[in-house]
């Protein structure tokens, strides 16, 4: 689990492309940088969006979203080849 200085925690989407997820009054934003779409996370929101399913073939639901590994936020962040 990669934790900023603020304590949230990275989570990753499966797709490429933007995502705005909204709980409650918060609203956090999966931004797409270097073929990683991934937002910060607050530690109490984190099993929220990590249950989040899309659905895909025929109807089968999959999760949207994992915690982001730290060569997933190193690569959001600065690039990578």
Do not use: T
Request: proline share 4%; hydrophobic share 35%; charged share 25%.
């Amino acid at each position: 689990m990669q934790e900023n200085a603020s304590g949230q925690i990275a989570i990753r989407r499966y797709r490429v492309n933007k995502k705005r997820v909204i709980l409650g009054n918060k609203i956090y934003h999966f931004i797409p940088r270097h073929n990683i779409c991934l937002a910060w996370v607050d530690p109490e929101d984190v099993d929220a969006v990590l249950s989040i399913k899309y659905s895909c073939c025929g109807n089968s639901k999959k999760p949207e979203f994992h915690l982001a590994s730290e060569i997933d936020v190193r690569r959001h962040l600065y690039g990578g080849a």
